[in-house]
T-cell receptor, first 115, second 114 residues
Framework: DAGVIQSPRHEVTEMGQEVTLRCKPI?????LFWYRQTMMRGLELLIY????????DSGMPEDRFSAKMPNASFSTLKIQPSEPRDSAVYFC?????????????FGPGTRLTVL | DQQVKQNSPSLSVQEGRISILNCDYT??????FLWYKKYPAEGPTFLIS?????DKNEDGRFTVFLNKSAKHLSLHIVPSQPGDSAVYFC?????????????FGKGTHLIIQP
């Protein structure tokens, strides 16, 4: 099993540009989560999907952030326009339906730098 | 308002001894608690979890203890090994009745010294 796959691993962009982060969850997992890690706030939940449907997006910081899950094997997190304060590591995680203990499997993350 | 707190940013332990990592929480609705381990440039890796109806869960060298009255949990690693050097995150999830997000502490950097 390849695990959760995220791309790109690193992204450097200029303020005002659109950024799209991609995630492929583990096959058979029906829940997908996007997290962001910063020095100030640590790891925080942005949004999660259950069976491709967004359940809770209360962690999305602003309207500049949007996430989609068009099918069970793909999700995107988009920032438009990007700002320097969006610089962080963005993690995607997936969870198997019925998993006890809410164990989530994380991808390697995308390190985003907005200049 | 931090609902999950890890008050020790770092901890240094000699190889072969016990490592004890602590975590406090404020939300009594949390029903599962998890520990994750993270190496640099990698995503967090699940270690062990415990349900709020239990007070102890053990898996090999790792044991998690939960004290609900004190809203406190701890992870014990015995014996500590050099490969255990990493950042450890405590996380909690609420009674969502299904998939719900994790609330993380800010992590404790564990350093195992030879």
């Amino acid at each position: 099993d390849a695990g959760v796959i995220q791309s790109p691993r690193h992204e450097v962009t200029e303020m005002g540009q659109e950024v799209t982060l991609r995630c492929k969850p583990i096959s058979g997992h029906n829940s997908l989560f996007w997290y962001r890690q910063t020095m100030m706030r640590g790891l925080e939940l942005l949004i999660y999907f259950n069976n491709n449907v967004p359940i809770d997006d209360s962690g999305m910081p602003e309207d500049r952030f949007s996430a989609k899950m068009p099918n069970a094997s793909f999700s995107t997190l988009k920032i438009q326009p990007s700002e320097p304060r969006d610089s962080a590591v963005y993690f995607c995680a997936s969870r198997e339906q019925g998993a006890r203990g809410n164990e989530q499997f994380f991808g390697p993350g995308t390190r985003l730098t907005v200049l | 308002d931090q609902q999950v707190k890890q008050n020790s940013p770092s901890l240094s332990v000699q190889e072969g001894r016990i490592s004890i990592l602590n975590c406090d929480y404020t939300n009594s609705m949390f029903d599962y608690f998890l520990w994750y381990k993270k190496y640099p440039a990698e995503g967090p890796t699940f270690l062990i979890s415990i349900s709020s109806i239990k007070d102890k869960n053990e898996d090999g060298r790792f044991t998690v203890f939960l004290n609900k009255s004190a809203k406190h949990l701890s992870l014990h690693i015995v014996p500590s090994q050099p490969g255990d050097s990493a950042v450890y995150f405590c996380a909690a999830s609420g009674a969502g009745g299904g998939a719900d997000g994790l609330t993380f502490g800010k992590g404790t950097h564990l350093i195992i010294q030879p």
